[in-house]
């Protein structure tokens, strides 16, 4: 199934879902993803630990509540399609869930970090003239490419974790992990063209301030929830 096709279904899904429902979700997200960006570039010029530890506690909260904002239009492509039960706006954030995505965000934060404090030395290092720049410009754009290979292997994850609560299933996060990437395996293409058919959309949020967003998020989500729920089935 292509891009086009899983944003059509995410659409006729977002028409269905009342707008009064939707769209204070939509604006949690844009304000979530919105105001550790704001924070960290207020206090940018400030040093001091306290800034730190705000920007930090900024970013949890902002995974967390996207994370949210997931499960949350899963379970409503669920009611929709499969006549699930209606969910709360909290559903992603209960007790079960939390200590989860903690662990999940701690490792994924690793590995991306570590890939990225990579990236930052090819750059460093590309200034040294004993480095060649052709040899500095192939290894960052491996690099740049394994970042987003990581990324679009990890995309499924959040459902597993969710998945398995609802289901009442015991296993560990990196299980859980484990399970999310060998579901992204050979899909990789399929998942970079369906985020890169919202690169247009996203960038139209940017232009009016986040507002787009309000609308955007839930219609990005359901699309994402769509291509996990296929790939689940082996259709996508």
Request: with cysteine; net charge neutral.
């Amino acid at each position: 199934m292509k891009a086009e096709e899983i944003r059509a279904r995410a659409r006729e899904n977002l028409k269905q879902i009342p707008k009064k429902t939707y769209m204070p979700m939509g604006l949690l997200l844009v304000v979530a993803n919105l105001v550790p960006n704001i924070v960290d570039q207020a206090t940018d010029s400030k040093s001091g630990a306290g800034a730190d530890v705000v920007f930090f506690v900024l970013e949890v909260a902002a995974a967390l509540l996207s994370a949210n904002g997931y499960i949350f239009f899963d379970r409503w492509r669920g009611k929709l399609q499969e006549g699930e039960e209606e969910p709360n706006a909290w559903c992603g954030l209960t007790g079960r869930h939390i200590g989860r995505l903690f662990i999940y965000g701690v490792i994924e934060a690793l590995i991306i970090g570590t890939v990225t404090v990579a990236i930052a030395a090819v750059v460093v290092g590309s200034a040294i003239p004993q480095v060649p720049l052709a040899v500095s410009l192939a290894l960052l754009v491996l690099l740049l490419a394994l970042l987003v290979w990581i990324e679009l292997r990890l995309s499924f994850v959040v459902y597993v974790i969710d998945d398995d609560i609802q289901s009442g299933r015991q296993r560990s996060v990196w299980a859980e992990i484990g399970a999310g990437w060998k579901l992204t395996k050979g899909r990789c293409w399929k998942l970079l063209c369906l985020n890169l058919s919202f690169f247009g959309w996203f960038l139209l949020a940017v232009c009016t301030l986040g507002i787009l967003g309000i609308w955007l998020y839930p219609y990005y989500d359901l699309a994402l929830a769509e291509a996990y729920e296929l790939s689940r089935e082996n259709k996508y």
